[in-house]
């Protein structure tokens, strides 16, 4: 009796708590029911009578010893309390949610990287543009139709009809970044220009007043419909997939001739039919073609000896593409339910 006793009390005065399953075993082990200390009340019931006071008085110090410990010990558990000297230090620490990228910084990202592998630069220019590289340096005469095709946030305007060079608005596309390469830097000139873009719309789940675009120029000697044609298709297939299809439907921008808008095949349906394409097999993704000879005139590049192409999309359709998003306010709402769900290493 007296060697168990000794035992278990040796046991309990080593006894470390290494996380809290530990402290449940030491409870287990030792003072519930079926326990070893209940175990040595059983046995002093058959301790001769002269023994039981000096036994009685070891069993009880052994139970108020295990018992202080264990609460002890459950209390620096329960409450992280590193000043009852037991915090154990080799727990793993409390989960915390890292963050993550927002999905369009990610799509940005990955169609950054794409172009950037073909030799692309970024460029970057104001959100705050005048007319003369929005507009009239693109091709787009002061009384041309076109202008009507993008909704524009005038910020000091000279006349309400007229538009004049000087005029000071919201770029409505990142194509003023490039007129700005254009007439900064000489040919070869390939580059790329993410950035936001505003237009006046009203809001709802296919459109947004404020958007963002990635819009590419590439300018050399002896550049061909067809580089643009190959270049795209190398970006469709790396962004959405090597079975992905595209084709070309002709289109009008003032700024290039011709022009065309890309298509790539239905993401979901894999150009079967369904309702995300309706069911035409097609989603549109860009616009695009040969930067017009006027253009490269007024930024003051021969379009004699050089010729170029460009092309323009915008990162929240990529991205509603990609990540199969049916409604395009959720990427402002910053809901973090929904930002959650996207991680990447872009
Ligand atoms: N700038 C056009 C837009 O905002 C896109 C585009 C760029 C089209 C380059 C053709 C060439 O819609």
Not at 106 to 111: F, G
Not at 146 to 161: G, H, L, N, P, V
Not at 207 to 223: P, R, S
Not at 295 to 323: H, P, S, W
Request: include cysteine; proline fraction near 5%; glycine fraction near 6%.
């Amino acid at each position: 009796m007296l060697d168990k006793i000794r035992k278990l009390e040796k046991e309990i005065s080593e006894f470390r708590d290494n996380d809290g399953g530990a402290l449940e075993e030491f409870r287990l082990k030792y003072l519930s029911k079926k326990g070893l200390i209940p175990s040595l009340f059983q046995e002093f019931r058959n301790i001769p009578k002269e023994d039981k006071g000096k036994y009685g008085k070891l069993i009880n110090d052994l139970k108020n010893e295990a018992t202080e410990k264990y609460t002890r010990l459950k209390e620096s558990v329960d409450t992280g309390d590193s000043q009852s000297g037991f915090t154990d230090l080799t727990r793993p620490a409390e989960k915390s949610f890292p963050g993550s990228r927002h999905p369009l910084s990610i799509v940005r990202n990955e169609i950054i990287s794409i172009f950037q592998r073909l030799g692309f630069t970024i460029s970057e220019g104001p959100e705050i543009e005048n007319d003369e590289h929005v507009f009239t340096k693109l091709n787009f005469p002061p009384e041309h139709p076109a202008r009507d095709m993008q909704d524009t946030f005038y910020i000091k305007r000279k006349s309400e009809e007229d538009s004049d060079p000087d005029d000071i608005l919201l770029r409505t596309h990142t194509s003023s970044v490039q007129v700005r390469v254009m007439e900064n830097e000489k040919p070869p000139i390939r580059t790329i220009s993410p950035g936001r873009v505003f237009r006046n719309e009203a809001i709802s789940a296919r459109a947004h007043c404020i958007f963002h675009q990635v819009e590419g120029l590439y300018i050399d000697t002896n550049v061909s419909f067809a580089d643009l044609k190959q270049t795209l298709y190398f970006f469709a297939v790396e962004m959405f997939g090597k079975e992905t299809k595209i084709r070309l439907r002709p289109s009008y921008f003032p700024f290039t001739e011709p022009s065309a808008e890309m298509d790539i095949s239905c993401t979901i349906c894999g150009g079967k039919g369904c309702n995300v394409c309706k069911y035409t097999g097609w989603l549109e993704i860009l616009g695009c073609g040969m930067v017009d000879p006027n253009v490269l005139e007024y930024c003051g590049i021969d379009n004699q000896k050089y010729t170029g192409f460009a092309f323009g999309m915008g990162i929240e359709r990529a991205a509603m593409l990609k990540y199969q998003v049916n409604d395009l306010r959720l990427y402002f709402e910053n809901d973090v339910r929904f930002l959650k769900q996207f991680s990447s290493s872009f």
